[in-house]
C-alpha cells in the first residue's frame, strides 16, 4: 500500500466514527492513571480466551484441521461464563497471519502484503457483537512475536527479509500499518457499527509479548490513535517488565507485563514491581498471568487488588465447542501439569485446581468491582444434539452447569427415566459425552438432558430420537484398565503429552506385541478402535476367542505433525464371520499403539 493510501485511510476512518453509546457502556479512557468508562472506575479480574478469533483446538476423527472459526453459540458461551464469573474483560489472541510452514490453512487473517482475508474479519464480527450482547469488553494483540499464529516474523518474510526488519524496514512497517488500517477502519458487518465507535472494544494492543524498539512503538501507537482515536493503546512490551520508553510516551495509553514460573521468579514480587514502577505514570494491568499453584495465583491477584493496577487477565479459558464438550488444550509448561480452565470448574481439573481457582476468581471479580459475588443462577436449558446411536449422546451444555441428568424414554413423549444423574462434559475430549450401554437392542430411544448447579436444575432440554441399535454395546474410553480382560505386562494408562494425541486425557500404551482383552455376554459382530501411532504403518491384529488375526493396517483419521507434533490418528475395524467368540483381543504389530477408544458390538447372549 502506498503512503497516500494510508494517509486516506486515516482521513476516511477519523470522519466515519459516530459513537451511538449507553450512558452504562462506553468507551474506557484513561483519567489521570485510572481507567474509567461512562459508569466509573474500570477494574476487572478475568481472562485470556485465546479462541475468539480463531479456534487451534477443534480436533475430532475424521476432522482434516484443528482449526476452524467460532460459532455463535461458542461466542456467547465464552462471553457468559466470563460475565458469570464476575470477569468484564476478555483478552483473545492474535490477528493472524499466513505462515507457509503452519497447519493453519485458510484459517489467518493477513494472507499477504495488503491482502486479508474477509472470512476471517467477518468471525470477528461475530465475535465482537456476542461480547457487545454480553456486556463483556475484548482487548485485540494486532501482532504477534512469535511465528504460532503467524506475526512478525511472516510480516517479514512476505518481503523476502529476515525478522528483525519488522522493526526497521520501512517497505515491512508499512505493510503492517495497511494491516492496522484494515482492522481500526472496518465496519461490522454483523451489527453495522464501525470498529472505532464500537465499545465492546476495550483497546488495541500493538501486538503480544513484542520485542519492540521505542521508536517502532511510538510510530505504531501514533498511527492506531489516528485511526481509531476512540480506543486505548495498549503497549505489548510485556515480557521483561514495564517498559521505561512506554513510559514517557505519549502515544501509549497502556502499559502491561505477562508473568509466568521460572528458576528464580517470585510471580507476586514480579506483579509488585511492575504495579510500582507504573504507579503514578501510566494505568496498568497485569495481561497474562498461569501455569503455578493457586496460592501464587491469589498472591498476584490480591496484589493487583489492593493497588492502583486495573486489573488482571489469568491464562487461559476455553469455551463450549458446538459438537459438545469443551474445547481443550494442554500447555506444556511445568511438566505438562496444565491445561485451560473452563467454567465453573470440574473434577478433571483437580491437578491444576480448576475448582478452587474459580471460586475464587468469582468472589475477587466481583470484589474489585466493589460488588458482592452473587449466587450462580440456576442453569439455562442445554440442547441435546442429533443422534441415531446410543453410543454416541452428545450435547450442548449450560453455562455454570456442573453436572447433568440424562434421560432415556421409548417415545419422545416419555416415559422418561433416569440413565445418568451424573453425566459429565468435561471427562471426554472430542469423542461423544455418554455411551447408553444399558439401552436395549431392536428398540427406538430418545434422549433428553438437564443441567444441574448447586442453585437448581433447568428444564430438560428437547428430546432427539429415535437412536437404536440392532446389537449390545461396550464402550470403553480407557480412562483406566477396569474393563480389560487380559492386559500384557507393562500394558499402561498413559496421561502426558495429552496435546500429541488431539487432547485425550488418557489412552492405554501398547508397546510392540502387546495386548489386551476383551469379554462381553455374547456373540461379538463388530470391534472398532480409535488409536494413536508415531507413524501411518501402526498395524492391530483383532483376533476373536481362539482364532487368531494378522495384523491390519489402520485407517489414517485425521493430520499429523505440525507445531504440536501431533501423532498419526488410526481407526481400526474387524467384523466377525460367523464366529460366536464372546471375547477379542487387540495386539499391537511391530509398532507401539496408543489406544484411545475401544467400541464393540455384541448379540445378546440367550437366556436360560
Not at 474445547?327 to 511445568?334: L, N, T
Not at 485425521?558 to 487387540?586: I, K, S
Request: one cysteine or more.
Amino acid at each position: 500500500m502506498s503512503r497516500l493510501y494510508w494517509l486516506g485511510a486515516v482521513v476516511v476512518a477519523a470522519v466515519s466514527v459516530q459513537p451511538c453509546l449507553s450512558a452504562e457502556w462506553g468507551f474506557v479512557r484513561c483519567d489521570g492513571t485510572t481507567l474509567r468508562d461512562d459508569a466509573g472506575p474500570v477494574r476487572f479480574v478475568s481472562f485470556n480466551v485465546p479462541n475468539l478469533l480463531i479456534i487451534e483446538d477443534a480436533f475430532g476423527w475424521g476432522r482434516a484441521s484443528p482449526w476452524r472459526w467460532p460459532d455463535d453459540f461458542e461466542l456467547t458461551d465464552a462471553f457468559r461464563a466470563l460475565r458469570q464469573m464476575g470477569g468484564t474483560v476478555a483478552r483473545s489472541y492474535v490477528i493472524t497471519v499466513r505462515r507457509d510452514d503452519s497447519d493453519m490453512g485458510p484459517f489467518v487473517h493477513v494472507t499477504g502484503p495488503g491482502e486479508f482475508n474477509e472470512e476471517a474479519f467477518v468471525a470477528m464480527d461475530r465475535m465482537l457483537a456476542a461480547a457487545a450482547r454480553e456486556r463483556v469488553r475484548v482487548i485485540v494483540p494486532l501482532v504477534d512475536n512469535w511465528k504460532w499464529q503467524g506475526g512478525a516474523p511472516q510480516y517479514a518474510g512476505f518481503r523476502g527479509k529476515p525478522p528483525e526488519a519488522f522493526w526497521t524496514d520501512r517497505q515491512v512497517i508499512d505493510d503492517f500499518k495497511r494491516t492496522i488500517a484494515h482492522v481500526l477502519g472496518r465496519t461490522n458487518t454483523v451489527t453495522g457499527m464501525a470498529y472505532a465507535a464500537d465499545p465492546a472494544i476495550f483497546g488495541w494492543e500493538t501486538g503480544n509479548e513484542l520485542d519492540a524498539p521505542a521508536a517502532w512503538t511510538r510510530e505504531i501507537a501514533r498511527a492506531i490513535h489516528e485511526l481509531d482515536p476512540n480506543h486505548l493503546v495498549i503497549d505489548g512490551n510485556s515480557l521483561h517488565g514495564v517498559p521505561e520508553a512506554s513510559l514517557a510516551m505519549t502515544e501509549v495509553d497502556v502499559v502491561t507485563t505477562h508473568h509466568y514460573p521460572g528458576d528464580g521468579v517470585d510471580m507476586t514480587a514480579d506483579v509488585a514491581k511492575a504495579i510500582a514502577v507504573a504507579a503514578g505514570r501510566k494505568p496498568f494491568f497485569v495481561g497474562e498471568a498461569g501455569f503455578v499453584p493457586l496460592t501464587e495465583i491469589r498472591g498476584v491477584v490480591e496484589r493487583v487488588r489492593e493497588s492502583a493496577a486495573a486489573g488482571v487477565l489469568l491464562w487461559s479459558l476455553r469455551f463450549r465447542s458446538r459438537d459438545g464438550g469443551f474445547y481443550w488444550h494442554s500447555e506444556p509448561a511445568c511438566q505438562g501439569r496444565y491445561k485451560a480452565f473452563h467454567w465453573p470448574g470440574f473434577p478433571s481439573g483437580d491437578a491444576y485446581e480448576e475448582q478452587p481457582l474459580f471460586t475464587f476468581v468469582h468472589d475477587r471479580a466481583h470484589r474489585i468491582r466493589g460488588l458482592v459475588p452473587p449466587r450462580a443462577p440456576v442453569p439455562e436449558t442445554p440442547s441435546m444434539l442429533p443422534t441415531s446411536d446410543p453410543a454416541a449422546i452428545s450435547w450442548r451444555g449450560s453455562v455454570g452447569a456442573t453436572r447433568y441428568v440424562l434421560e432415556r424414554a421409548p417415545t419422545d413423549a416419555g416415559p422418561w427415566q433416569v440413565v445418568a444423574a451424573n453425566a459429565r462434559e468435561d471427562h471426554r475430549q472430542y469423542r461423544p459425552l455418554f455411551a447408553d450401554e444399558s439401552a436395549e437392542p431392536e428398540r427406538p430411544w430418545w434422549y433428553r438432558v438437564a443441567a444441574v448447579n448447586a442453585s437448581g436444575t433447568s428444564a430438560a432440554s428437547q428430546p432427539v430420537g429415535p437412536a437404536r441399535s440392532s446389537l449390545r454395546i461396550l464402550v470403553d474410553e480407557l480412562d483406566d484398565l477396569s474393563r480389560v480382560a487380559d492386559p500384557s505386562p507393562g500394558v499402561e494408562i498413559v496421561t502426558a503429552n495429552a496435546r500429541a494425541a488431539q487432547e485425550d486425557a488418557s489412552r492405554a500404551l501398547l508397546k510392540a506385541g502387546s495386548r489386551i482383552a476383551y469379554r462381553v455376554g455374547g456373540p461379538i459382530a463388530s470391534v472398532h478402535v480409535h488409536a494413536f501411532a508415531n507413524e501411518p504403518g501402526a498395524t492391530l491384529a483383532v483376533s476373536l476367542g481362539s482364532a487368531t488375526a494378522g495384523p491390519t493396517p489402520g485407517r489414517r483419521s485425521g493430520e499429523a505433525g505440525g507445531d504440536y507434533g501431533y501423532l498419526v490418528p488410526l481407526e481400526f475395524d474387524a467384523r466377525a464371520d460367523g464366529t460366536e467368540a464372546d471375547g477379542v483381543t487387540l495386539t499391537a504389530g511391530d509398532r507401539p499403539l496408543q489406544m484411545s477408544r475401544v467400541e464393540i458390538r455384541y448379540h445378546q447372549a440367550p437366556g436360560p
